[in-house]
């Protein structure tokens, strides 16, 4: 089931994406759900089948080409959950650039930051290039997952129960501001407005089994940037998961971008950045492509 949220005749709703070309709102579907997708999720999985099995039988809806996308949650409750260096490839790539703010040795935990809400944008939406603030604008797909069930101290072996689904990021990152300003920290440098898209649906766990094991690659302008597979993650969702819960509670709707590989333009040589026009896709396998252009701030 591919979950979005949706603007159609002057109206928000949730809504689930029924074939290629069709999205049914979740109210219509199903009399009492939620109208917006965290809601959705905080329902719980009774709601989820519910919604599963009227979308299967169900007709109509809104076309695609006349509905909206925005970010699947397009204001979470809190900050999303980050991890770093999650991939052997993009340690590599910084590895003797410590300059740039690469650790000296892969961490033995994963290393985690976050961005605040004011970050998010959907599919199609602009991402702002804050040029007189720095010129080093730069991609990073990644795999983003959405937690559905409630909890704290998550064993490693029951983290996939709770899990809602999955979708794609773009860690839109500032790097001189990430790596040499403010001592060193990442919070201002990956926290600016619009510098974090995401959609352009959430796909539940049930229907991308292999979420662990899926390509991603990003793109600009057409042309291929980063290329790898999430098996290749240093630190799996379910250890992410385990270790980000211990003491800290996880809430149905929380976001957890679960880091990057090799390929990001600060490590390339010559170091490439994004600029004003520029078209950035990221896709992962099994989830589907989300675009944006880069704008200028106004």
Request: proline fraction near 7%.
């Amino acid at each position: 089931m591919r979950v979005c949220t949706f603007e159609a005749s002057g109206r928000t709703r949730a809504g689930v994406i029924a074939g290629d070309s069709t999205v049914m709102a979740v109210g219509d579907l199903v009399r009492g759900a939620p109208e917006d997708v965290l809601g959705v999720i905080a329902a719980g999985p009774a709601t989820w089948d519910r919604m599963r099995a009227a979308a299967a039988k169900a007709k109509g809806g809104t076309p695609a080409d006349r509905a909206k996308l925005r970010a699947p949650i397009p204001a979470p409750r809190r900050n999303v959950f980050c991890v770093g260096w999650n991939y052997f490839s993009h340690f590599a790539e910084g590895e003797g650039k410590r300059g740039l703010n690469a650790p000296a040795e892969m961490p033995e935990h994963p290393s985690f930051f976050s961005k605040n809400p004011n970050t998010v944008i959907g599919p199609d939406a602009e991402i702002r290039h804050s040029k007189p603030l720095s010129d080093q604008l730069d991609w990073e797909v990644e795999l983003a997952v959405v937690i559905g069930v409630a909890g704290a101290d998550i064993p490693e072996l029951e983290a996939l129960d709770h899990v809602f689904g999955y979708t794609v990021g773009n860690d839109v990152s500032v790097r001189d501001v990430q790596m040499k300003w403010h001592g060193g920290q990442w919070f201002k440098g990956k926290n600016l407005d619009t510098h974090l898209p995401l959609g352009p649906w959430i796909v539940t766990a049930d229907e991308l089994p292999n979420a662990q094991d899926s390509r991603l690659c990003s793109r600009v302008n057409g042309v291929t940037k980063q290329d790898s597979r999430t098996a290749l993650m240093v630190f799996k969702v379910p250890r992410i998961i385990a270790e980000l819960s211990a003491g800290l509670r996880l809430e149905p709707g929380d976001i957890i971008m679960t880091g990057t590989p090799e390929g990001v333009g600060v490590y390339r040589t010559p170091p490439e950045f994004l600029k004003v026009g520029d078209t950035v896709e990221v896709e992962i396998e099994g989830i589907g492509v989300l675009r944006n252009v880069v704008r200028g701030r106004t």
